[in-house]
Structures are given as structure tokens and as C-alpha cells.
């Protein structure tokens, strides 16, 4: 069993910031991609941003240039600073993880989601 637990968010005003972090545990041999993805209230779930296991981000247009996505992977951990947040950047967020364990017999590789945090920009 994998978990992947969410930390940081919050209320905050317009022009604010806020920092995510979502550390992995469990069951875990290695980690590929991690990212970072929301989901408004009444609409679907979209990316925000995502990084490699190298440490290659990519954003989602909306985000560029205000949002960071940084990884350490000693702890298995992925952060997303969000600077210059808007009211439209309200939503839960999810951090997910491209997860390489290992079964009884085998090596296979998920996508693990954690619960989500709520992040609301509002005055």
C-alpha cells in the first residue's frame, strides 16, 4: 500500500502565496512522474503541473510563470509553490504519483492520488 498525504493549504487573498507538499510512503521501490492536479467545484479535474523523475516540470498555461513544481526525491516528497494566486486558482488539489512497487511476484507500476486540499483565494 502506497499513501500520498497533502499539506498546505488554505485560505488566502489575492496576490498571495502557498506552498504544497505531498510526501509518499509505504510500499514504494521507485517514483517516476509526480504532479500536481485540480478540481473546481462543478468542474472536472485538471492538471497543473507535473515533473519527472529528473526533475523536468511542465505547466498547465494558466499556472506559468506564478506556480513552481519542485520534488526531493529522498523523501518522496513533491511541492507546488503558488505565488500571485487568483480566485479562479480556487479548488481542491490532488497530488498524484507515477508509483513502482512491488507484488508478491512482481514489479508494477500505478498512478496513486492523495486525498486532496482545499486552496481558496478570496478577499
Known amino acids: 500500500q502506497v499513501q500520498l498525504v497533502e499539506s498546505g493549504g488554505g485560505l488566502v487573498q489575492p496576490g498571495g502565496s502557498l506552498r504544497l507538499s505531498c510526501a509518499a510512503s509505504?510500499?514504494?521501490?521507485?517514483?517516476?512522474?509526480m504532479g500536481w492536479y485540480r478540481q473546481a467545484p462543478g468542474k472536472q479535474r485538471d492538471l497543473v503541473a507535473t515533473i519527472t523523475s529528473r526533475g523536468t516540470p511542465n505547466y498547465a498555461d494558466s499556472v506559468k510563470d506564478r506556480f513552481t513544481i519542485s520534488r526531493d526525491n529522498a523523501k518522496n516528497t513533491v511541492y507546488l509553490q503558488m505565488n500571485s494566486l487568483k480566485p479562479e486558482d480556487t479548488a481542491v488539489y490532488y497530488c498524484t504519483a507515477e508509483i513502482r512497487t512491488k507484488g508478491i511476484s512482481s514489479f508494477y507500476t500505478y498512478d496513486a492520488w492523495g486525498q486532496g486540499t482545499q486552496v481558496t483565494v478570496s478577499s
Open positions: 509505504g510500499n514504494i521501490f521507485s517514483i517516476f512522474a
